[in-house]
C-alpha cells in the first residue's frame, strides 16, 4: 500500500516569509508526527498527534512552528517567519495507534526545507 | 530522559566482510530499540527492533542485531556486507514509559567497496 507522503519535496524560502509543509500518513494510522533533521544530525521530535489533538507538541522550537491535523489523517506544519536556523529536512511519521508501544515508526520522504 | 550515541561517524568495509554500527544507548527505564537506514533524497526505513525475548534480533536485508543490557548497546551487524548497503544508518530508542518519542543517534555512514 502507499506510504507516508510529504509535499512539497523541497522549498526554498526567503528569510521572514511563511511555509506550510504537508503530511498524508499511511491510510488508518491514528498516530502522526513530525521530527525535524539537521544537517549531520540524527532526527528530533516536534511534535505528536493522536487524533486530531496534539498530545505532545514539546519538541516545537518556539512559538512561530505550529502544526495541525484538523480530521485526524493529514498534518500540516507551519512555520511563521522563517529564519535561516529553519533549514532542514522535516519528516514526517506515522503508526498504526499509539497503545501499543512496540510499533515502529513509518516515515515520509521528507520535506527538505531551505531558508535564504 | 532518553539518548543514543553513534561513536563512529563513518565505517567503511570491502564487500563481502562483516560490517558493524555501534550504537549504545540511555533511558532511565527498559528501552525499545529501533535502527533505521537512510538512503539519498529518501526517508528512513525500518530495519529491525528490540522489544522483548531474545537479545538477537534479525531484520530486513539480512541484518541483524544484539541487545546487550549490562553494556546498554544495541549494534547492528551483517555478516557479509552488500556495496548496495551503503548507506546512513541510525539508531534510535524510546523508554517504555512513553509510547511514541523516539530520540536518535546522529547517524553512521556506512560505505562498502567493491
Known amino acids: 500500500g502507499a506510504g507516508v507522503s510529504q509535499t512539497p519535496s523541497n522549498k526554498v524560502t526567503e528569510k521572514g516569509k511563511y511555509v506550510e509543509l504537508r503530511c498524508d500518513p499511511i491510510?488508518?494510522?491514528?498516530?502522526l508526527y513530525w521530527y525535524r533533521q539537521s544537517l549531520g544530525q540524527g532526527p528530533e521530535f516536534l511534535i505528536y498527534?493522536?487524533?486530531?489533538?496534539?498530545?505532545?507538541d514539546s519538541g516545537l522550537p518556539n512559538d512561530r512552528f505550529f502544526a495541525v491535523r484538523p480530521e485526524g489523517s493529514v498534518s500540516t506544519l507551519k512555520i511563521q517567519r522563517t529564519e535561516r536556523g529553519d533549514s532542514a529536512v522535516y519528516l514526517c511519521a506515522s503508526t498504526p495507534f499509539s497503545g501499543s508501544s512496540d510499533n515502529e515508526q513509518f516515515f515520509g520522504p521528507g520535506t527538505r526545507l531551505t531558508v535564504l | 530522559a532518553q539518548s543514543v550515541a553513534q561513536p563512529e561517524d563513518q565505517v567503511n568495509v570491502a564487500e563481502g566482510n562483516p560490517l558493524t554500527v555501534k550504537c549504545t544507548y540511555s533511558?532511565?527505564?527498559?528501552?525499545?530499540l529501533f535502527w533505521y537506514v537512510q538512503y539519498p533524497n529518501r526517508g528512513l526505513q525500518f530495519l529491525l527492533k528490540?522489544?522483548?525475548?531474545?537479545?538477537l534480533v534479525k531484520g530486513s536485508y539480512g541484518f541483524e542485531a544484539e541487545f546487550n543490557k549490562s553494556q546498554t548497546s544495541f549494534h547492528l551487524k551483517k555478516p557479509s556486507a552488500l556495496v548496495s548497503d551503503s548507506a546512513l544508518y541510525f539508531c534510535a530508542v524510546r523508554d517504555r514509559s512513553n509510547d511514541y518519542k523516539l530520540s536518535f543517534g546522529a547517524g553512521t555512514t556506512v560505505t562498502v567497496r567493491a
Open positions: 533511558v532511565s527505564g527498559n528501552p525499545y
Open positions: 491510510s488508518g494510522h491514528t498516530a
Open positions: 498527534f493522536q487524533g486530531t489533538g496534539a498530545a505532545d
Open positions: 528490540y522489544i522483548t525475548g531474545d537479545n
